[in-house]
């Protein structure tokens, strides 16, 4: 192709210029890597934070809803009751693990029974909320074995799992007995096998963990589950998989998101600043392209004039500036990505003295394939200007200068 | 001799706002082939202005125009530009040499750009014209690295890569001594023997013209010596 000779060599005929424009295109798309990677990494910690002693989605009974029904003759109609002593429960809960287990994005699957009760202990009561899981799986959804401060996590009968906040509450150590009074009106000595510290509030002063087979006389469940718990690859994809999980069970699956709303909300402003960077750095790229190929044009009136007197059509002219255009941008992109990749892989590595990352970057997630293509397309976008400003060169009015 | 070039009335009337000047008032001019002919006349006489229309780069105001038996005068922009390529070559007072490129790629541009590029046969073709004007030995040169002479000469080359009914020359020697300037025109007449393609030169200089087969005079705007 003869135009991308002539593009070329208009590229290399001044190479201290091309070399600052390209290196130019190269400074934006490292930014755009870098915003994007920081952002990515960003949502990545906040969702880990968020999600990682929790589920991504939750699966529970559909809730019972009142409705009309025909009565025996044709004019009188009930309303059904809804039963607020029976416990909503999945009964046919395994079908459903053997299910959700056979999905690929699926990673842990948490069958569970949920509930309340009280933690007597002589004089002290303390609310807890009972998550009674399989002993095996009993680090599927929350990272409990490894935050254990004494005890041990063998869930065997009549045991008992709490955190440090309520051990303290109630005075409770490991070994100890104390009694267990569910909201089903039950009651159970338990003893306390390991006391754990995860850091969040909410589960060390009030979750408690149990065994399935232990909770159930105490909440009166002989067979199904209150709730499934399940973690996937990507938590960014819990909702598609709640509606993919909803029609496919007849339950109510509810994504992560739904219980933190105000961090969705703040993800998603955050995204959009980096929208707002990627944007402003591409535009910056694109006024730099094409402010150096107008001067390129402009330089270079005689020389198209020339061509033009001989008849080179339009179309080839236009075709050399916007292979200008794409040398740069695609040069300058692949550059900026090398460079923002090693940035974020150097700033990635820098670590504070309890050995967690200074900066919560991912360069994974520098979208480098949008910056690439993005960066590419605004430079050839850039080259129209001064292509059609080149092609419209009057070979007499050029060649009389 | 077939004729080349027929034009007949033609005018043209430049407009600046109200001011109108009248530079060509009624040109009657035919070539023939392998004609050289020179185009003399006083500055503002509008040898540029008809040559600039007879190489298509500027429309009458009025009159006809045939090149090679095709009506130019009526041809659209894009026609315009395919029939220079195909049919016309020009050499400016200025080279106008692309400076990124060789003497060789010089001269096989107006053929190697619409084909979208240098095929071995446009090669050989541009090799043969660089040894027809002396430049053997410079085919690879950069153009920058050309003398004027040099580059004078190259674009003569490259006016002839098309093998064009007729050859428009500007002031072809005004940037060069005189030394340049003869072997200029030693080449012009040679070439024009040799490659049977039509010259026609517009220049000021008296030497020039008189080693021309042919003289045309323009005298405000009209022919008053040898047009027809």
Sequence with gaps: ?401 | MTTILEAHGIEKTFRNGDEVTEVLKGIDLDLSGGDLVALVGASGSGKSTLLSIIGLLLRPTAGTLSIGGERVDLMSDAQRALFRNKKLGFVFQFHHLLPDFTAMENVAFPAAAPAGGITRDMRQRARDLLTKVGLEDRIDFPATRLSGGQKQRVAIARALMNRPALVIADEPTGNLDRESADRVLDLLREVNTQEGATFLICTHDERVAKRCSRQVTLSDGKVIIGGV
Aim: aromatic share 6%; glycine share 10%.
């Design chain 1, 1 to 401: 192709m003869f135009a991308f000779t002539v593009a070329r060599r208009y590229l290399l005929s001044s190479l201290s210029q091309t070399f600052l424009l390209v290196c130019g295109v190269a400074l934006g798309v490292t930014i755009f890597v870098f915003i994007t990677a920081l952002i990515g990494g960003l949502a990545v910690l906040l969702t880990q934070q968020v999600t990682g002693n929790s589920a991504h989605v939750s699966i529970e009974a559909a809730p019972r809803i009142a409705r009309v029904l025909p009565g025996s003759g044709l004019r009188e109609e009930g309303v059904a009751l809804i039963s607020t002593t029976q416990r909503r429960q999945i009964r046919d809960w395994p079908t459903v693990v053997a299910l959700l287990r056979s999905q690929p994005s699926i990673v842990a699957v948490s069958p569970q029974i949920s509930g309340n009760a009280f933690l007597v202990r002589s004089q002290a009561v303390a609310p807890v909320s009972i998550v009674a899981v399989d002993p095996q799986a009993l680090d599927a959804i929350s990272q409990i074995t490894p935050k254990l401060i004494s005890g041990t996590g063998e869930l065997g009968a009549d045991s008992l799992l709490i955190g440090e906040r309520l051990a303290q509450d109630l005075g409770l150590s490991s070994g100890q007995v104390v009694l267990l009074r569910t909201d089903r009106g039950v009651d159970r000595q338990l003893t306390i096998k390991g006391i754990f510290r995860t850091g969040l509030k909410s589960l060390d002063e009030r979750v408690a963990f149990m065994s399935l087979q232990t909770a159930r006389p105490l909440f009166v469940l002989p067979a199904g589950v209150t709730n499934i718990e399940i973690k996937i690859k990507d938590p960014q994809k819990a909702r598609e998989m709640a509606s993919f999980l909803s029609g496919a069970t007849g339950l109510r699956a509810t994504p992560w998101q739904d219980n933190n709303l105000s961090l969705e909300d703040a993800l998603t402003a955050q995204a959009r600043t980096g929208s707002l960077i990627q944007i402003f750095s591409l535009a910056s790229i694109i006024i730099g392209v094409a402010s150096a190929l107008v001067l390129s044009a402009y330089r270079r009136r005689s020389e198209v004039g020339i061509m033009r007197a001989y008849g080179i059509p339009k179309g080839f002219i236009i075709q050399v500036y916007l292979l200008q255009g794409l040398m740069i941008g695609l040069t300058g992109a692949v550059l900026g990505c090398l460079c923002g990749y090693g940035l974020c892989l150097w700033l990635a590595g820098i670590t504070k003295p309890d050995g967690l990352p200074a900066l919560p970057i991912a360069p994974d997630q520098g979208g480098y394939v949008a910056a690439l293509v993005l960066t590419t397309l605004g430079a050839v976008i850039a080259s129209i200007l001064p292509a059609r400003a080149a092609a419209r060169v009057d070979p007499l009015e050029a060649i009389q200068q």
